[in-house]
């Protein structure tokens, strides 16, 4: 399966929220996704099962809002990679939260600083 981009998966977020209804099948290492406006169909894409539960809990709209929000706030930002943790190989630790994101996501977070300081 096709990574998605994280600006693709923000999309779906807000699809995600804003839908008056959504349909979810999962099937073969996939999540089928069908989101329903007050009309009907509004869209369909298919997700990975991680991508899938990051959506459900909001992550790609308000956990990396969060993230770079506090990177430009200069709180101290500790690194630490861990290649044993397939999905989530990189932790992100500040002195009072912790994150966890894969180097895609990790990417998108430092773009997005650099776009808001310039």
Aim: glycine fraction near 2%; hydrophobic fraction near 40%.
């Amino acid at each position: 399966m096709r990574n998605l981009s994280i600006e693709k998966l923000i999309e779906i977020n807000k699809l995600f929220n804003n839908a008056s209804g959504f349909h979810v099948i999962k099937h073969e290492g996939v999540v089928i996704v069908t989101f329903y406006d007050h009309e009907g169909e509004l869209d369909s894409t298919v997700l990975t099962p991680r991508e899938y539960e990051l959506v459900r809990i909001d992550f790609y709209i308000e956990t990396l809002n969060e993230i770079v929000d506090l990177v430009i706030d200069k709180r101290k930002m500790e690194v630490i990679v861990s290649a044993e943790i397939e999905n989530f190989p990189i932790k992100l630790v500040f002195k009072d939260n912790e994150y966890y994101c894969n180097f895609q996501e990790y990417r998108y977070i430092l773009e997005e600083v650099e776009l808001v300081r310039n």
